[in-house]
């Protein structure tokens, strides 16, 4: 049975599928930010604490590789794609092998052990999500490049922008060393990891992000 987090995860998706009107443009692309919930392979390539490009990991995966995904086989962002009708398994930013035609239906900027606070960043070693939106907008930079500003401008507007993020904050970092937690309660920490995201989301804005 799929663990709760996971049900809730789809449930919210297919409440925000469908509450879409017919009359709204089509989702041409989806941009992935977070943590290893949804890091196809970016820690691959930084020297980041946490990596998955080994086995077990990738048992389940199409050809049983370890791609990178904490994950047996594909993960929540990779099933959302599919449903979208975009590509079956979204690639990471960082491969070399990603290609501008790539990001103009949607790659992943996600790090594995990622988090809010510069703290649990410390700790992992992973990519912030500051320097993940830096990564985007590189990647905006190269659609303009191949396709034009205004079909660049279009896809950003109507793509799909998914963060999963929080988890290592909490457990690696709150929970597991003494200074988050003599600075703050659960429940103030949580405020302080809510207006991190805060933050977050109103960079992706500025740079073009609408849903």
Avoid: C
């Avoid at 904490?70 to 599919?82: C, E, N, Q, T, V």
């Avoid at 398994?89 to 070399?96: F, G, K, S, T, V």
């Avoid at 790539?102 to 320097?131: M, N, R, Y």
């Amino acid at each position: 049975m799929p663990p709760l987090s996971s049900l809730l995860l789809f449930f919210l998706f297919h409440l925000l599928l469908h509450s879409t009107t017919a009359s709204a443009p089509p989702i041409p692309a989806i941009y992935v930010f977070g943590d290893s919930t949804v890091d196809p392979g970016n820690n691959n390539f930084v020297p980041a604490a946490f990596k998955a490009n080994h086995y077990p990991y990738g048992m389940d995966y199409p050809g049983r590789i370890p791609t990178g995904r904490f994950s047996d086989g594909l993960i929540a962002s990779d099933f959302i794609s599919s449903s979208l009708g975009l590509k079956g398994a979204i690639p990471a930013y960082l491969d070399p092998a990603v290609t501008d035609g790539d990001l103009l239906t949607g790659v992943s900027f996600a790090s594995g052990g990622s988090g809010l606070d510069d703290l649990t960043l410390k700790i992992t070693h992973a990519l912030g999500l500051p320097t993940q939106i830096g990564y985007f907008k590189e990647a905006v930079n190269r659609m303009e490049r191949s396709v034009g500003k205004e079909k660049a401008a279009w896809t950003v507007e109507n793509a799909m922008f998914f963060i999963s993020v929080g988890t290592n904050d909490m457990v690696i970092n709150y929970f597991d060393s003494p200074t988050r937690s003599l600075q703050y309660s659960p429940s103030r920490y949580s405020d302080f990891l809510l207006y991190r995201l805060r933050a977050v989301i109103q960079s992706l804005y500025d740079a073009g992000a609408r849903r």
